[in-house]
């Protein structure tokens, strides 16, 4: 949606690489956080992981939010912990609904100008979406595997978008080089995940090693051959 809003590419840098340096941001505060409250005396925060999955807190992600908001800011911290970890998602769940139904649209060359046409994609999306969380909510584990595949999901998307993004640069004679290498080095490493994961294949270590390397030298042979044909055309 981000990238359908700009009028021209040079606001890409500034939206993008800001986005990534602000969430990078945020990923440090919270690593730091979970170090000193886990592990700093006289009561350790992991003490309370204990009481806080007796209390219903089954997955990690709510319940390092919760303790911690909880701890060291009370009724207020709740009230954060609240905002953040019920009110943020459901407008980032807004957006990648909106996202997803503009990306089936685009795929199928529905006109989403009519209503009818927007309730025909949204409303299959809306029957799944529901279905994943009643089941998330009758299986204790549920949150944890929902956010293993939207984990290794989000790096495969990351894969074809620098795959995309380096096919770009090469049409305008830009250094593709810049994407190459990430796009390689993610292709390795998500092949290889997928080999090993227990919610994909679950190949032992050093096939799905193996397999990762495969995926790499696969990666860069076509992207090669296809670089010499695009150069001679």
Known sequence: ????????????????????????????????VAMWFFYDAPQPGYEQIAGGAANGFHTSAPMVVNLVCNDWLGVLG?????????????TSGDT???????????????????????????IPLFVASFALLIWQISNPDGFNTIWQYFGWANQTLSVFTLWSITVYLVREKKPYIITLIPALFMTCVCTTFLAVSKTAFGL???????????????????????????KKA
């Open 78 to 90: 709740g009230i954060l912990a609240m905002l953040g970890v019920v009110a943020a998602p459901i």
């Open 96 to 122: 990648a609904f909106r996202s997803a139904r503009l990306i089936v649209a685009q795929a199928l060359k529905i006109n989403q100008l009519p209503k009818a046409n927007r309730l025909y994609i949204c």
């Open 204 to 230: 032992p270590l050093g096939v799905s090693y193996a397999v990762g390397a495969a995926a790499l030298v696969i990666a860069a042979a076509w992207f090669g051959m296809w670089l010499k044909k695009y």
């Open 1 to 32: 949606l981000m990238a359908r809003c700009l009028k021209s590419e040079r606001k890409g840098r500034p939206i993008f690489y800001g986005a990534m340096i602000t969430e990078g941001m945020v990923a440090l505060v919270w690593a730091t």
